[in-house]
């Protein structure tokens, strides 16, 4: 056989084997995946994996893209590959119990009709057409949820799998748990008064939120029954009536799910002002909260009158400066941003989070008698220390918070769990109440209906939190713009994940904590941080310096010019016109160096981003030619050598 005989018999054997190897490996490696993406976008987190799998009853999901129309939107078809390809691997996980079906709504097609009847919206294009980009799931038991349109902005695309899951968690829970919220703060909106023109608040946003997932119910403060609520969420437990207190303790010593928020100055609340006519009282009104009497048999304590202040944490925000002229960027150090470092990554409460937003939380701690175990789950930093809380009671200096607080060296607890067996905080039983008479015939007394309790049924069941302001919409989310009745919104914060995750967490059900919100966690430049640190303390002394200068040289000018005035021209001697001109002098190179030391703030910043581009722009490429020319030279030698 000559040569080109052979080459043609080994090309078409290789044309054999190749499409020989790709029948066998589509019949037997179907199964078989990789995903190479960075952030594994098409593999599931073990608590979707889970939720598939324990799936009771048979779901399905209907997928509806209209792949044509999207045509000229690569972006588009790129984001919805990705949603197919994610909703396969929850159907390959559920073993058969989770059917996926497909659908490509033509214009003026049945599969547009089905599209439009369940709920899934279109969106009009500029040509005239209608995009269809939705998801719909049914159960067995008729229960239907859906995704109406996959939003496609950055960050609910980083939250796909979390709402996939939730859709279908929602879909294999129709029964709801039901969560009470027990507070003093107007939950619901209203509040205001009228007498002063003070229109009521807006009903707060978590109740929306927590309505996603559970039933929500807002109890008033009175209330002494709590038999028909699964879980107990208490926020801001302000001058709470013994039988409240009574009943709390009660559904705490039954182990049953229970979260608290307290608050040493809780900032959303209007407060109980002793005279709703006087516009001051306000500022005065008790805006505290605590529960010492539980807290007490709880072994847990909230420290008095304190407010955690950290400078580590504290939120860089505009702040008008001494002398009014300017303004200038100062850390708030009772504004905390809690990172990855002050959350706990045992727990999974917040196992997943890594930003957190409190505003004058105070501190927790285990009592000295404490039995129970206590273990935090939000921290300080060590840059933190408790500072009085009556500095708040009106508008805080933030520069002064920041220049007088003194580190403790301490990571202050902000947030925890306790569990354990404790005794109850009422042993006489419920307050007000008065035990049956004893029998005349001297036998033994009936049991007591009110005595309740006496110790733990079951441990106890508690997350505990020193901030209740978190909760408030402005702590986690910002009002982008209205679309006719609806409100267009963005979260800034993961403080609804993690009422939701505390929830989850004393309720049982942890699948959807599990699942990590990709791209969410902020992952700060901490050495850029320090230095903005030390530039911002070096910054306010010497501001505070060139500030009390200045202050002094313009009394003097002031001083002298009334002297002036209140004499005769020919009477001022030359001495004090030396000395005048000397303290404008003072007073111009004092408001110089005041500006230096300003533009300074930022230099060791521009200093540090320079280092940063050369080593990404100069040395990186340098190290990498360098290591070229040696690798050459070694092969150089070693071809010489042959």
């Known amino acids: 056989m000559n040569t080109r005989n052979l080459s043609l018999a080994g090309g078409g054997l290789a044309l054999v084997l190749f499409f020989a190897v790709n029948v066998a490996a589509n019949a037997s490696l179907r199964s078989v995946r990789l995903d190479l993406t960075e952030d594994k976008v098409f593999t599931l987190e073990e608590g979707s994996k889970n939720i598939a799998k324990r799936l009771d009853e048979p779901l399905?999901?209907?997928?509806?893209?209209?792949?044509?129309?999207?045509?000229?939107?690569?972006?588009?078809?790129?984001?919805?590959?990705?949603?197919?390809?994610?909703?396969r691997e929850y159907a390959r996980s559920s073993d058969g119990k989770i059917r996926l079906h497909v659908s490509d709504p033509e214009p003026f097609s049945e599969e547009e009709d089905q599209a439009v009847a369940q709920g899934v919206q279109g969106a009009p294009l500029p040509n005239g057409d209608v995009l269809y980009f939705g998801l719909v799931g049914t159960s067995a038991t008729d229960a239907r949820e859906s995704i109406p349109f996959f939003a496609l902005d950055e960050a609910k695309q980083r939250t796909l799998e979390y709402d996939l899951s939730k859709l279908i968690w929602t879909l294999a829970h129709p029964d709801?748990?039901?969560?009470?919220?027990?507070?003093?703060?107007?939950?619901?909106?209203?509040?205001?008064?009228?007498?002063?023109?003070?229109?009521?608040?807006?009903?707060?946003g978590i109740l929306d939120q927590l309505g996603d997932f559970f039933e929500v119910e807002v109890l008033p403060p009175s209330t002494e029954q709590f038999e028909d609520v699964d879980v107990l969420v208490v926020v801001h437990p302000r001058d709470f009536p013994e039988t409240t207190q009574y009943a709390l303790d009660q559904w705490a010593l039954a182990g049953k799910p229970l979260v608290v928020f307290?608050?040493?100055?809780?900032?959303?609340?209007?407060?109980?002002?002793?005279?709703?006519?006087?516009?001051?009282?306000?500022?005065?009104?008790?805006?505290?909260?605590?529960?010492?009497?539980?807290?007490?048999?709880?072994?847990?304590?909230?420290?008095?009158?304190?407010?955690?202040?950290?400078?580590?944490?504290?939120?860089?925000?505009?702040?008008?400066?001494?002398?009014?002229?300017?303004?200038?960027?100062?850390?708030?150090?009772?504004?905390l941003q809690l990172g990855e470092e002050s959350l706990s990554r045992e727990d999974p409460v917040t196992r997943l989070l890594g930003n957190v937003l409190i505003v004058t939380a105070g501190s927790l701690r285990k009592s000295a008698e404490g039995t129970t175990t206590f273990t935090p789950i939000l921290q300080s930093s060590e840059q933190a220390d408790e500072v009085d809380a009556g500095q708040f009671q009106f508008m805080p200096d933030p520069q002064q918070l920041f220049a007088s607080l003194v580190p403790g060296y301490e990571r202050l607890t902000l947030g925890a769990r306790v569990t354990g067996t404790v005794k109850s905080a009422f042993p006489d039983g419920k307050p007000g109440s008065t035990p049956?008479?004893?029998?005349?015939?001297?036998?033994?007394?009936?049991?007591?209906?009110?005595?309740?309790?006496?110790?733990?049924?079951?441990?106890?069941?508690?997350?505990?939190?020193?901030?209740?302001?978190?909760?408030?919409?402005?702590?986690?989310?910002?009002?982008?713009?209205?679309?006719?009745?609806?409100?267009?919104?963005?979260?800034?914060?993961?403080?609804?994940?993690?009422?939701k995750n505390a929830i989850e967490s004393v309720s049982g059900g942890a699948e959807l904590m599990s699942i990590r919100m990709r791209g969410m966690t902020s992952r700060p430049f901490e050495r850029v941080q320090e230095i903005r640190r030390e530039a911002d303390q070096r910054y306010l002394q010497r501001q505070q310096e060139l500030e009390r200068n200045l202050q002094d040289a313009e009394r003097r000018l002031s001083e002298l010019q009334k002297a002036k005035a209140e004499g005769s021209e020919e009477l001022v001697t030359a001495e004090q016109r030396a000395e005048e001109e000397k303290v404008r002098e003072e007073l111009v190179q004092t408001r110089k160096d005041l500006r230096a030391v300003k533009h300074q703030l930022t230099k060791d910043i521009e200093r540090l981003g320079t280092q940063l581009k050369w080593l990404n722009i100069g040395l990186m490429p340098a190290l990498v030619c360098a290591a070229a020319l040696a690798l050459g030279s070694w092969r150089g030698k070693q071809r010489g050598r042959t």
Not at 61 to 77: D, K
Not at 303 to 328: M, Y
Not at 450 to 471: C, H
Request: net charge negative; aromatic share 8%.
């Open 60 to 87: 399905n999901l209907y997928f509806y893209f209209s792949r044509r129309v999207a045509g000229e939107y690569p972006q588009v078809i790129e984001y919805a590959d990705r949603i197919l390809g994610v909703l």
């Open 176 to 204: 709801k748990k039901k969560v009470g919220l027990l507070s003093v703060l107007p939950l619901e909106g209203g509040g205001g008064n009228p007498m002063l023109g003070q229109q009521g608040g807006e009903r707060w």
């Open 262 to 335: 307290v608050d040493p100055q809780c900032d959303a609340d209007p407060g109980a002002a002793d005279d709703p006519t006087n516009p001051m009282a306000r500022f005065t009104a008790k805006k505290s909260s605590e529960l010492d009497r539980l807290f007490g048999a709880w072994g847990i304590e909230l420290v008095k009158n304190q407010i955690v202040c950290d400078k580590e944490l504290g939120i860089r925000q505009p702040a008008r400066s001494r002398d009014g002229r300017s303004q200038i960027e100062v850390p708030y150090v009772h504004f």
């Open 436 to 499: 049956p008479p004893a029998p005349e015939d001297g036998s033994e007394a009936p049991p007591d209906p009110a005595a309740g309790l006496k110790e733990s049924a079951q441990p106890l069941n508690l997350l505990v939190f020193a901030d209740a302001d978190l909760l408030h919409d402005r702590m986690w989310m910002r009002e982008l713009g209205r679309l006719g009745n609806q409100v267009l919104v963005t979260q800034v914060s993961e403080n609804v994940d993690l009422l």
